[in-house]
């Protein structure tokens, strides 16, 4: 059997937390840059709200019911996913985590030491409340598709938040009251041709033969999702990894295949050398990511996105592909590949609203193989350890203290660094109660 | 292999034997996925040696008993008193004789938000960790 572990409205639950006045009360999270709302509240929900409404749009009704709005803060989000995790560590023989909400759980031969799962789901879902404060829902099922079946209805009986497909018979109630877009892997236009067929729930899909959605839904894509909907387990787990002090955990290694970094302006930017500034701190950033994960990179890219508003004569996101001859996780490469791109890409002139890098065609760090021309092996080792020595500093003050000098902006005649033309807006972003020493959670 | 970086001569019979130093947040953090560490303000702790600008560490993992210090919600808010069970009926008191030991009605309920578990105090006078930009 699998677990999918999901919390509930999880970035507003987070900042419930630590601001308990809020409990009950309507409460909205911004995405980035204050656009849109990401995570509602169920009061806020029952407002009308929808997810992704931008928020200049629904900003008179959130004021009319005095909606709490808060613009993201990812560092408590994260450290919240973090523990969420940590305690679903001591549930299971292994977690693979899905998302930032979202963790699979690895449940096989649980029936042994839990045999009734109903109960061990809700000792789970109580010791996450009672650990971390974040309420969640729990699926259990017999593979991955169904777990997360599982979870999709046990999210609409708030009281129990437990829902468990042990028998056949289970799975195939609960695929009946599935609307086939919901099934995981079908995607909108999978969802659309099997409407066309009147093929409307999971179990009307369940119900065709195996070769009918091999041949209909994409191969061996589709095969697989016809066996996981029978209770046979074919997607691969893919555990997350303790760090050796058992504190971290890092994905486990098959599931990264690309690392990111992007954001959106705080206001539409065209300036070269403010452009430059961004890409070569995301540059920096994702390679940090990188190193992190101990991978290196191949494939560098660059985006540029332009307002998705406004009809211009291109596409409204515009990319550049650098190729390194070595896989490499060296800051400063990244960085001069990424500024490479950035001049082929950027058009003088052009206001742009988003940027990012992309670093793929990763593979683990130190099985590199050296290119004719590359670095001798010496130098590529002092560069890896002085890499090491960035990271420890810059990890030990909480912020960018070592930076390449293409990442750093403008400073003032004071010699401090000005706050960077291209930050995004959060205007009302919550304390960094349990990462900031300066936004420490306050008790009276 | 590499482990042991000396350029030439005997690597160091320690090497294998050595412990690592004291880390205060295995201390702290006995259950490192449920404490929070939270700054005090104000003075209604002192007679429990909880100054305003110590830091706490609070564990929601554990069960509060007669006599814990907690944080407790009141009216929407978080506050840091000691419990004590009197007469079966909890009360959320203070350790400074100028706030007046609060009585948890029934229909008030008691909500506990953790256990603080230790305090750190700094004699610098500036509080702790402060001194971290």
Same mark, same amino acid.
């Given at each position: 059997? &699998? ?5 509930? =409205? ?13 409990? *009950?009360?309507? !409460? ?13 509240? %169920? ?34 989000? *994260? ?11 001591t549930f299971a023989a292994g977690v693979e985590v899905y998302s930032i909400d979202e963790a ?11 045999? %009734?799962?109903?109960? &061990?789901?809700?000792?789970? @879902? ?7 404060g974040i309420p969640v829902c729990v699926g259990i099922g017999p593979t991955k598709t169904l ?10 009986? @708030?009281?129990?938040? !437990? ?23 079908? *995607? ?11 093929? %409307? ?41 303790? %760090? ?34 961004? !890409? ?13 994960? *101990? ?12 307002d998705r508003y406004v009809p211009t004569a291109g596409p409204a996101t515009r990319t550049a592909?650098? =190729? ?29 609203? @988003? ?27 002092? @560069? ?53 020493? =300066? ?6 | 292999?590499?482990?042991? +970086?000396? +350029? ?23 259950? +490192? ?30 069960? +509060? ?69």
């Amino acid at each position: 059997m &699998y677990a999918l572990v999901d919390c509930n =409205n999880f970035y507003v639950s987070c900042e419930r937390v630590f601001a308990p006045q809020l409990e *009950g009360r309507p !409460v909205v999270v911004l995405s980035n840059n204050d656009g849109c709302l990401i995570s509602r509240s %169920d009061e806020a929900k029952a407002l009308g709200l929808k997810m992704g409404e931008p928020y200049h749009l629904v900003r008179p009704l959130l004021e009319q019911h005095q909606v709490r709005v808060f613009s993201s803060n990812y560092a408590l989000y *994260g450290d919240m996913s973090r523990r969420v995790v940590q305690v679903l560590g001591t549930f299971a023989a292994g977690v693979e985590v899905y998302s930032i909400d979202e963790a699979f759980l690895d449940f096989r031969g649980m029936n042994l030491l839990a045999p %009734d799962l109903m109960k &061990y789901g809700r000792e789970l @879902r109580e010791t996450v409340i009672k650990h971390t404060g974040i309420p969640v829902c729990v699926g259990i099922g017999p593979t991955k598709t169904l777990a997360k079946l599982a979870n999709r209805l046990a999210r609409r009986q @708030r009281t129990t938040g !437990v829902l468990v497909l042990a028998t056949p018979a289970e799975c195939e109630a609960a695929l009946a009251q599935t609307a086939v877009a919901d099934v995981w892997g079908i *995607g909108r236009r999978y969802a659309r041709k099997l409407l066309e067929m009147n093929i %409307d729930t999971g179990a009307a899909l369940a119900a065709l033969p195996e070769p009918w959605l091999r041949r209909h839904l994409g191969g061996v894509v589709g095969q697989r999702l016809w066996r996981e909907l029978h209770g046979q387990p074919c997607l691969d787990w893919n555990p997350a990894e303790w %760090d050796d002090d058992g504190t971290q955990l890092s994905p486990g290694p098959a599931s990264r295949h690309s690392v990111t970094c992007t954001r959106s302006f705080g206001r539409p930017q065209h300036e070269a050398a403010v452009l430059a500034e961004a !890409v070569a701190t995301f540059a920096a950033k994702a390679a940090v990511k990188l190193r992190r994960h *101990g991978l290196a990179a191949h494939l560098v890219t660059v985006i540029l996105g332009t307002d998705r508003y406004v009809p211009t004569a291109g596409p409204a996101t515009r990319t550049a592909v650098v =190729n390194l001859p070595d896989a490499t996780s060296d800051t400063a490469v990244l960085t001069q590949a990424a500024l490479r791109g950035l001049r082929q890409l950027a058009r003088p002139g052009v206001a742009y609203h @988003r940027a990012g890098i992309l670093l793929s065609g990763l593979e683990p760090m130190g099985q590199v193989q050296l290119g004719l021309f590359s670095a001798p092996a010496a130098d590529q080792q002092r @560069r890896q350890q002085l890499m090491t020595t960035l990271d420890a500093l810059n990890n030990r003050y909480g912020r960018p203290l070592v930076q390449l000098a293409a990442a750093v902006g403008v400073k003032s005649s004071a010699g401090q660094p000005l706050a960077p033309a291209w930050v995004g807006r959060s205007a009302h972003r919550s304390p960094r109660y349990t990462t900031g020493w =300066n936004e420490l959670w306050t008790v009276h | 292999m590499f482990s042991c +970086p000396v +350029p030439a001569g005997f690597p160091s019979p320690a090497d294998d034997q050595l412990d690592a130093p004291f880390d205060l947040t295995q201390l702290l953090f006995r259950n +490192p996925a449920s404490t929070f560490l939270a700054r005090v303000s104000g003075d209604s702790m002192t007679g429990a040696g909880i100054q305003p600008g110590d830091l706490v560490a609070v564990d929601r993992a554990l069960r +509060p008993g007669h006599g814990s210090i907690v944080v407790a919600v009141v009216e929407g808010e978080h506050t840091l008193k000691r419990l004590q069970l009197r007469a079966g009926q909890p009360w959320l008191v203070a350790e400074n004789p100028r706030y007046p030991p609060l009585p948890v009605s029934r229909d008030m309920g008691l909500v506990v938000w953790g256990v603080v578990t230790h305090v750190i105090h700094s004699l610098s006078g500036n509080g702790t960790g402060a001194g971290r930009r």
